[in-house]
């Protein structure tokens, strides 16, 4: 069984950055592809980031290339995510995801650990 839990959420204003850490356990930490979902309230669960086990390959949503930065330090059994320029559009419930995987996991399905998720509000 694999525990997941978010900190690091917040309110800010717009163009302001925040940084969102997962810490994870109840397993090798290591063996996971990780990712970061978000949901603002009456949408979908969408996209935002993934990075393979070993940290070499990451993928992002569209609407936040070149903004937000996943990584992970496997050692401390932690996955962040940096986001920068933050935009009104970026308010969510923002959720880490973990699940044996050797690629980037895009979609929900592909993750069957969850944590419970972290609320950030930008405001504009």
């Known amino acids: 069984q694999v525990q997941l839990v978010e900190s690091g959420g917040g309110l800010v204003h717009a163009g302001a950055s925040l940084r969102l850490s997962c810490a994870a356990s109840g397993h090798t930490f290591s063996n996971y592809g990780m990712g970061w979902f978000r949901q603002a309230p009456g949408k979908e669960r969408e996209f935002v980031a993934a990075?393979?086990?070993?940290?070499?390959?990451?993928a992002y949503g569209d609407s936040v290339k070149g903004r937000f930065t996943i990584s992970r330090a496997n050692a401390e059994n932690r996955v962040a995510l940096q986001m920068n320029s933050l935009k009104a559009e970026d308010t969510a419930v923002y959720y880490c995801?973990?699940?044996?995987?050797?690629?980037?996991?895009?979609?929900?399905?592909?993750?069957?650990?969850w944590g419970q998720g972290t609320q950030v509000t930008v405001s504009s």
């Open positions: 990075i393979t086990w070993s940290g070499t390959s990451t």
């Open positions: 995801a973990a699940d044996e995987k050797w690629t980037v996991g895009l979609t929900p399905r592909e993750y069957n650990y």
